[in-house]
């Protein structure tokens, strides 16, 4: 079975500064892995991912995050927010092919609040 | 925008009477996945279909049912809804066969008194 853990419940921090949302997961097999953007009252929204190749995967919005395979580690990075940045941030995981039909398991998300 | 699209969007029903949100898709995708999220527990897998009729359990599957008679439309129904199924409810697409990143819906917001 596999888990996925987002360490903070909220992150508060000031405009321009940088921020790191950690997420960490277990699972037995190789997998995927994904951060997922969720505004107030919205669906979720792909953000980045992790499928093969580069540990460094970026978004087109400036954030980033690092595939670390021996610390289980899949931590989201922004070295300058904005206010705009405001949202609930969602870790999955899921088995890298097998067939588990693509089913992922989600972290409790982190809620990023970014101050003036 | 993955094409999905989730009727009602809002729903407020009493306790023991049948409820069904539908998800529909414009786009032939085979995956489908209804999810419910709540506080505390994130987002938690009720039932997915990987192809018309195909369709399966997932972690949280007691007190709903589903049905894909077309790719197009996967329902979710409670069958005699209780108060404890207040949630929102969302579907999911995943994006072909190598891609495993799935695309959410909108959502419904379900109230159940």
């Known amino acids: 079975a596999q888990s996925v853990t987002q360490l903070d419940s909220q992150v508060p921090v000031f405009e321009e500064a940088p921020v790191e949302l950690r997420c960490n997961y277990s699972s037995s097999v190789s997998v995927y892995l994904f951060w997922y953007v969720q505004y107030p009252n919205q669906g979720l929204q792909l953000l980045l991912k992790?499928?093969?190749?580069?540990?460094l995967v970026e978004s087109i919005n400036g954030f980033e995050a690092e595939f670390n395979k021996s610390q289980t580690s899949f931590h989201l990075r922004k070295p300058s927010v904005h206010i705009s940045d405001t949202a609930e941030y969602v870790c999955a995981v899921s088995n890298a092919g097998g067939t588990s039909y693509g089913k992922l398991t989600f972290g409790q998300g982190t809620i990023l609040t970014v101050h003036p | 925008d993955a094409g999905i699209t989730q009727s009602p969007r809002h729903k407020v029903t009493e306790t023991g009477t049948p409820v069904t949100l539908r998800c529909h898709q414009t786009e032939n995708h085979r995956y489908m996945y209804w999810y419910r999220q709540d506080p505390g527990h994130g987002l938690r897998l009720i039932h997915y279909?990987?192809?018309?009729?195909?369709?399966d359990k997932g972690e949280v599957s007691d007190g709903y049912s589903v049905s894909r008679s077309k790719t197009e439309d996967f329902l979710l129904t409670l069958e005699s809804a209780t108060s404890s199924q207040t949630s929102v409810y969302f579907c999911?697409?995943?994006?072909?066969?190598?891609?495993?990143?799935?695309?959410f819906g909108p959502g419904t917001r379900l109230t159940v008194t």
């Open positions: 999911a697409i995943r994006a072909g066969d190598r891609g495993y990143e799935q695309y």
């Open positions: 992790y499928l093969s190749g580069s540990t």
């Open positions: 279909s990987y192809g018309v009729k195909d369709t």
